[in-house]
């Protein structure tokens, strides 16, 4: 900026010393008069000089140091801007290297072992605890190990007969269900020691399968599995489907590989599993809610009409030979093995959950007049209030063509998928 006129703060440039003679020259004394030598003031330090020059000189000198020092200030602005969005993005990446081995752990894909090795843990843990003696440890470790072989669940974690309990249940109590549809004979299975946390989609599969295989209409698709796989092997058998060409996206995503990992797996799995068997099943996706505070009446809609359809005749206690449905929500599955219609024309499904163990499913067994019993079953329309739910329904067999036509078409809409 231009020197400043040290008496009106004008502008004055070059100028300065014309200017203050002109404007001013009468606060400085005439020359030869004999006045006082004449004076002038800095206006940024009000150092005094006795020359216009020299007070130009000087006044450049402030400026100089000035725009130097703005100069370090913005260098040094710069240089903390660098410092604080490198320690910013640092501290994402970090956040987000910890959000993914989250998500690692929490699906079972962090490389920290499956079945075999959390079984094995837990037990020494129950040791350590005192509540299980080393006997039994080596006695079950023994089991498991053979189990593993073989490739079949060792039925520790089974019960059977909750079907037949509810069908004499209904039919001799429950006066305030007008009707009611039941799946052909279910097994309940829940998590074990192995599988805790993380295998509830395989045990809903193993319900799932303890029904078709009591159904002679599906032998033919079932030969070679006659008995309820373990776990693990259910894993291989997922992978043989991705062999075989099902469902390429959503094999990528487990890298394709599930034996010895503690990865979850949902509907989609449990449909390339079925589809591969040659059983005839279709995902539906109720991707919002239906109804009033985020329910899916049309959810109890559709497995309503599932039961019925076929089945309208006027008994109340309708034991169908339908197959339990497969029931999928963000974090957890459960497993529908029935339906009831209350006298006021409400709809309450029968879910057997895999977080519910063996001791209290067998209360079932011994239900009490009342009912009380069948709480740990009954969900009502505002029971289920996730944001989004799938299902997973059998309805029969396909033949080799058809069979080879899903798997080409799981493979169509993959291509589709990627970009």
Known sequence: AP??????????????????????????????TGDDEQLYECPMCSLTCTDIQILEEHVDLHLEEHNFSEGIDLELAQQLQTEE????????????????????????????????????????????????????????????????????????????????????????????VRRVWLSAGVDHFHSSLGDRGWGCGY???????????????????LRDTTLIPSIPKIQSMIEDAWREGFDPHGASHFNNRLHGSKAWIGACEIYSLLTSLRIKCQIIDFHKPTGPMGTHPRLFEWILHYYSK?????????????????LQHQGHSRTVVG???????????????????????????????????????????????EKQYQIVAVDGVLSLEEKAARCLASQVLTAEKIP
């Open 310 to 326: 076929d089945n309208e005749g006027g008994a109340k206690v309708v034991c169908t030979s339908k197959p339990p449905i497969y």
């Open 203 to 221: 045990r809903n599969f193993q319900m799932l399968l303890s029904s078709l295989l009591q159904n002679s209409f599906y032998n033919d698709c």
């Open 339 to 385: 339906i009831e219609e209350k006298n006021n024309r409400s709809l309450c499904l029968l879910l057997f959950d895999p977080g519910c163990s063996s001791q209290q499913m067998q209360k079932l067994l011994k239900q009490n007049s009342d009912g009380t019993g069948l709480r740990l079953l009954r969900k009502f329309v505002g029971s289920l209030k």
């Open 85 to 176: 969005d490198e320690r910013q993005r640092s501290e994402e990446e970090k956040r987000e290297r910890e959000e993914f081995k989250k998500l690692q752990r929490q699906y079972g894909l962090d490389n920290s072992g499956g079945f075999k090795q959390q079984f094995l843990k837990n037990m020494e843990r129950e040791v350590d605890r005192g509540r299980m003696q080393p006997f039994e440890y080596h006695k079950r470790k023994a089991d498991i190990m053979e189990s593993l072989a073989s490739g079949v669940d060792d039925g520790k974690t089974k019960t059977s007969g909750v079907i037949e309990a509810l069908c004499k249940y209904y039919q001799n109590e429950s006066k305030d």
């Open 3 to 32: 020197p400043e006129c040290p008496f009106c703060g004008e502008a004055a440039g070059r100028e300065l010393e014309e200017h203050v003679r002109a404007r001013h020259g009468h606060l400085l004394g005439a020359p030869g």
